[in-house]
């Protein structure tokens, strides 16, 4: 269950920032002392979507270019 480190209106606004991508999912777990099974079913209670990763920063273009040329 959620721990009452945050909780509230204090809590949502956390979620809700990193739902949408707003802050991490270490920063959110130290800032609420939640468990990531614990922030997925805040996120699901609240009816928010799970944060969208941009994975293409973190590939060179090279890399890129291999995903284009399977995937696209």
Same mark, same amino acid.
């Given at each position: 269950?959620?721990?009452?480190?945050?909780?509230?209106?204090?809590?949502?606004?956390?979620? %809700?920032?990193?739902?949408e991508?707003?802050t991490?999912?270490?920063?959110?777990?130290?800032?609420?002392?939640?468990?990531?099974?614990e922030?997925?079913a #805040?996120l699901?209670? %609240?009816?928010?979507p799970?944060p969208?990763?941009d994975?293409?920063?973190?590939?060179?273009?090279a890399? %890129?270019?291999?995903?284009?040329?399977?995937? #696209?």
């Amino acid at each position: 269950m959620e721990t009452d480190i945050v909780v509230g209106q204090e809590l949502d606004q956390l979620l %809700r920032a990193y739902s949408e991508g707003k802050t991490g999912r270490r920063e959110l777990e130290q800032a609420t002392g939640l468990w990531f099974g614990e922030i997925l079913a #805040g996120l699901a209670r %609240r009816g928010l979507p799970l944060p969208r990763v941009d994975t293409r920063v973190h590939f060179n273009e090279a890399q %890129r270019l291999l995903y284009e040329q399977v995937f #696209g």
